[in-house]
């Protein structure tokens, strides 16, 4: 083999691994931006069932607060269904418990029989 075949040879040799170091680093690029979409359209799906949750909240909330004893019942319901889901985390659990203890105080007020209609309120 003469010396320009050497020369060919390397220059064929270092042509195919500077191709197979660009492929490499294109797939390497191309898997991360997928991992990157596939986190983000995770993230946004996360964030819209996480605000689901809330209205259902929101709506078995605004249940417990109505005079219908039915839709107060139903509402309690949901509120226990939600607090096991997946979706609710500690700190939703400790807002929804402020909102339960609030709501429990309020009922057991209005129903203290001491209170009378005609004595203004006041409890001797």
Do not use: C
């Amino acid at each position: 083999m003469t010396e320009a075949m050497f020369g060919f040879l390397g220059a064929v040799i270092g042509a195919a691994v500077s191709a197979l170091v660009v492929w490499h680093a294109g797939r390497s690029d191309r898997v991360q931006r997928e991992d990157v979409a596939t986190a983000d359209r995770r993230q946004r799906h996360n964030a819209a069932r996480k605000d689901q949750w809330w209205s259902r909240a929101q709506w078995a909330l605004d249940l417990i607060l109505r005079k219908s004893d039915r839709s107060r019942v139903v509402g309690w319901e949901v509120l226990h269904v939600l607090g096991s889901s997946e979706w609710a985390d500690a700190r939703e659990l400790r807002i929804i418990e402020a909102v339960a203890r609030s709501i429990v105080r309020q009922v057991d007020a209005s129903d203290d029989p001491r209170e009378t209609e005609g004595s203004g309120g006041e409890v001797p």
